[in-house]
């Protein structure tokens, strides 16, 4: 089955840095990828979605890559703010297997 | 459309009981599906529907579980003889065939179990 394994489960950096979360997987490949944000006690909230011939997305601070070779995929938020402190799961699409998420702190 | 509802947003149940929890999609979307989140993991699939045809279940779906969405509507999940496993965030998520690409899921704010 497939699998789905991000980078780590917590990361701290400075405010107006730049923040890079890694989403692998296995056994797939899949025709697009999502990425999502969750915040405590609250559902996801989806971000960017990126299809498999598609190289590169952004969405204003939000960019993400997806690496059909290295069945990787980037997540960078520039310019970080504390505001964007929450998890962030990335998911493949069919039935959206999630990742377990990677949370990030950010530090004013 | 106010987006994917969930009720209700805590539920306390003791071992042994059935619960049922409700979603409402947003209206347009004719696709919805369930997940189950425990602390610190993603989100499991439970099973998801188009229209009123449940199309798939996971093997996380016990036959103590059952989903139904009978007017391609809104959807229920009912959990029988409840187990202190079952204790985690049940999570609601609709999109549309139509715009499935570009514009992801919708997720509910969930309903969260306690089973003791």
């Known amino acids: 089955s497939q699998k789905i394994e991000q980078n780590s489960e917590a990361l701290n950096i400075q405010e107006g840095k730049t923040a890079t979360l890694t989403c692998n997987y296995t056994?797939?490949?899949?025709?697009?990828l999502q990425w999502y944000r969750q915040d405590p006690g609250r559902g996801p909230v989806f971000l960017l979605l990126?299809?498999?011939?598609?190289k590169e997305k952004r969405k204003e601070r939000l960019k993400v890559t997806f690496d059909t070779t290295l069945k990787q995929s980037l997540f960078h938020i520039t310019a970080s703010q504390p505001a964007d402190s929450a998890t962030y799961l990335c998911?493949?699409?069919?039935?959206?297997?999630f990742g377990d998420g990677t949370t990030l702190t950010v530090k004013p | 459309d106010t987006g994917v509802s969930q009720d209700p947003r805590h539920k306390i149940t003791k071992r042994g009981q059935n619960v049922t929890f409700r979603c409402d999609p947003i209206?347009?979307?004719?696709?919805l599906y369930w997940y189950r989140q425990t602390l610190g993991q993603g989100p499991e699939f439970l099973t998801y529907?188009?229209?009123?045809?449940?199309?798939?279940k996971s093997r996380l779906l016990s036959d103590r579980f059952s989903a139904e969405r009978p007017k391609g509507s809104f959807s229920t999940l009912e959990i029988q003889r409840t187990e202190q496993g079952d204790s985690a965030m049940y999570l609601c998520?609709?999109?549309?065939?139509?715009?499935?690409f570009g514009y992801g899921y919708t997720f509910g704010s969930g309903t969260r179990l306690t089973v003791v």
């Open positions: 998911a493949l699409e069919v039935k959206s297997t």
């Open positions: 990126i299809r498999e011939n598609e």
């Open positions: 056994n797939y490949s899949p025709a697009y």
């Open positions: 209206s347009e979307h004719n696709r």
């Open positions: 529907f188009q229209n009123e045809a449940q199309l798939e």
């Open positions: 998520a609709s999109s549309s065939e139509k715009y499935s």
